[in-house]
């Protein structure tokens, strides 16, 4: 079974400092992963997602980049980080049939 | 207009009651799951639909590929089953989140 580790689960960062949440899989190899990210009260918004080693598809232009340096490491990153930055960030993975999820990073830009 | 609609967005219901939430989508699928939500964040699977239906426990997901729709039903809600229910569907390699019903059932 496949197990998805997130850190940290919580994060306070100031207004223009880097981010950098990791997420990796055990489990399964070559696995789809996805970043979403969750704002107070809405559902969620999927950021990228990566079907392979150094293949980062994005759907939402923004303060954010992700990169997939290995098969089972998923890195979410900022260099400046922005108020509107504020929210769940869950790292997920799936095959098809199955789908796991991180239990995910609630990140406080102050 | 988002790909994947559910509704209601909030539904409260007694202990013991039906509950039925619904999800339409316009895009192209090959598959849809239904997911749980609970309040501390975490997110669990509960089916995986391709055609037809699927029952677990109390818990029972129809799919109508024909009409992009399908449903969660709850029979005999409980409180432990207040949480946010989220479709999702895979388009191409992507998954594609509906904005979820929140649920709350009390005793």
């Known amino acids: 079974s496949q197990t998805i580790h997130q850190w940290p689960a919580t994060l306070v960062q100031p207004v223009g400092s880097p981010l950098s949440l990791e997420c990796t899989v055990e489990?399964?190899?070559?696995?789809?992963l996805y970043w979403y990210r969750q704002a107070a009260g809405r559902g969620l918004q999927l950021l990228f997602y990566s079907v392979g080693i150094g293949q980062i598809s994005s759907e939402v232009p923004q303060n954010l980049s992700a990169s997939r340096p290995q098969d089972r490491q998923f890195i979410l990153s900022s260099k400046k980080l922005l108020l509107s930055d504020s929210g769940f960030y869950l790292c997920?993975?799936?095959?098809?049939?199955?789908?796991?999820f991180g239990s995910g990073t609630q990140l406080s830009v102050l | 207009k988002n790909e994947v609609e559910q509704s209601p967005q909030n539904l409260t219901a007694q202990e013991g009651e039906f509950i039925t939430i619904n999800c339409s989508y316009s895009?192209?699928?090959?598959?849809l799951h239904w997911l749980q939500q609970h309040p501390g964040g975490g997110i669990v699977s509960l089916f995986m639909l391709s055609s037809g239906k699927k029952k677990h426990g109390r818990l029972i997901a129809t799919i109508n590929i024909q009409e992009k729709h399908s449903s969660l039903h709850i029979t005999a809600s409980h409180p432990r089953d207040s949480a946010v229910y989220i479709c999702a569907v895979y388009n191409t390699d992507k998954l594609i989140f509906g904005t979820g019903t929140r649920l709350q059932v009390f005793p």
């Open positions: 997920g993975s799936g095959v098809y049939e199955k789908l796991f």
């Open positions: 895009v192209g699928i090959s598959a």
């Open positions: 489990g399964t190899s070559n696995p789809n």
